[in-house]
């Protein structure tokens, strides 16, 4: 007989528990959408603020790289340039054949380097021009998004101060609800709650599950409200309380 008590005050001691998390989590809830859709909303612009961000920086090194390209390709040209003044020069003073021959060939190579390098230079031109082009108008758009970013965070700022002291003491009485409860029957209200839209505990509502609104067998009924055992529902697996 005492050990049946000891068992019924377990049961009703557990499901006075869980009630009162499931209120506390309804509370939670309830917090949380009063902030509607913020924190989301919040999360996205700074995803694309750091996605702006690592585009910009991405590009400003593919400028600078251009830029480089640019300036070694000048310097190159001008090189080649004066080599060709020099070689062309060197063509009026050539006394054989040979001599020709072999200033010519060295004139093709240092015409042939002329064309490299100017081509390099148009190339990376106009992709420095491009490249400027894309930083500006990222760093636009990732402006205009600082700034609803800043308004955003602001009222969420806002909201969350409004209820930060209640949550705050919401979350403490139910930690030190959770500790006390059965690890296992924790685990398992958590997994429901977390399934099922923030319910993990179900009263009985005529005659069925609060939750999911199956039928509960009479005697399955007597046994909850007795207290005599932890009850799930068959159906949606929530715990099911008088």
Same mark, same amino acid.
């Given at each position: 007989?005492?050990?049946?008590?000891?068992?019924?005050?377990?049961?009703?001691?557990?499901?006075?528990?869980?009630?009162?998390?499931?209120?506390?989590?309804?509370?939670?809830?309830? @917090? +949380?959408?009063?902030?509607? &859709? /913020?924190? %989301?909303? =919040?999360?996205?612009?700074?995803? #694309?603020? *750091? $996605?702006? !961000?690592?585009? @910009? +920086?991405?590009?400003?090194? &593919? /400028?600078? %790289?251009? =830029?480089?390209?640019?300036?070694? #390709?000048? *310097? $190159?040209? !001008?090189?080649?340039?004066?080599?060709?003044?020099?070689?062309?020069?060197?063509?009026?003073?050539?006394?054989?054949? #040979?001599?020709?021959?072999?200033?010519?060939?060295?004139?093709?190579?240092?015409?042939?380097?002329?064309?490299?390098?100017?081509?390099?230079?148009?190339?990376?031109?106009?992709?420095?021009?491009?490249?400027?082009?894309?930083?500006?108008?990222?760093?636009?758009?990732?402006?205009?998004?600082?700034?609803?970013?800043?308004?955003?965070?602001?009222?969420?700022?806002?909201?969350?101060?409004?209820?930060?002291?209640?949550?705050?003491?919401?979350?403490?009485?139910?930690?030190?609800?959770?500790?006390?409860?059965?690890?296992?029957?924790?685990?398992?209200?958590?997994?429901?709650?977390?399934?099922?839209?923030?319910?993990?505990?179900?009263?009985?509502?005529?005659?069925?599950?609060?939750?999911?609104?199956?039928?509960?067998?009479?005697?399955?009924?007597?046994?909850?409200?007795?207290?005599?055992?932890?009850?799930?529902?068959?159906?949606?697996?929530?715990?099911?309380?008088?």
């Amino acid at each position: 007989m005492a050990n049946e008590v000891s068992v019924e005050n377990k049961v009703r001691d557990a499901v006075k528990l869980l009630t009162e998390i499931q209120q506390i989590d309804d509370e939670l809830k309830d @917090i +949380a959408m009063e902030r509607g &859709d /913020l924190p %989301e909303e =919040v999360e996205r612009l700074n995803a #694309r603020i *750091s $996605e702006s !961000e690592n585009f @910009i +920086a991405s590009r400003k090194a &593919d /400028l600078d %790289e251009a =830029v480089t390209v640019i300036a070694d #390709r000048k *310097s $190159e040209l !001008e090189e080649a340039q004066e080599k060709q003044k020099k070689l062309q020069q060197q063509l009026y003073s050539v006394k054989n054949t #040979r001599e020709y021959d072999a200033v010519t060939s060295e004139l093709n190579f240092v015409k042939d380097d002329i064309t490299r390098c100017e081509n390099a230079i148009a190339a990376n031109t106009t992709r420095k021009a491009e490249l400027e082009r894309m930083i500006e108008d990222r760093q636009g758009e990732i402006e205009t998004v600082r700034a609803e970013h800043k308004l955003k965070n602001t009222d969420l700022q806002a909201k969350l101060a409004e209820t930060a002291e209640e949550e705050r003491q919401l979350m403490h009485r139910r930690d030190n609800m959770v500790v006390r409860l059965m690890k296992p029957l924790y685990a398992h209200y958590e997994r429901i709650r977390k399934a099922k839209d923030g319910r993990g505990v179900a009263h009985i509502t005529d005659n069925a599950c609060g939750g999911c609104f199956a039928v509960i067998p009479p005697q399955t009924q007597v046994n909850i409200r007795k207290l005599s055992d932890i009850v799930l529902c068959e159906t949606c697996g929530r715990i099911i309380v008088p």
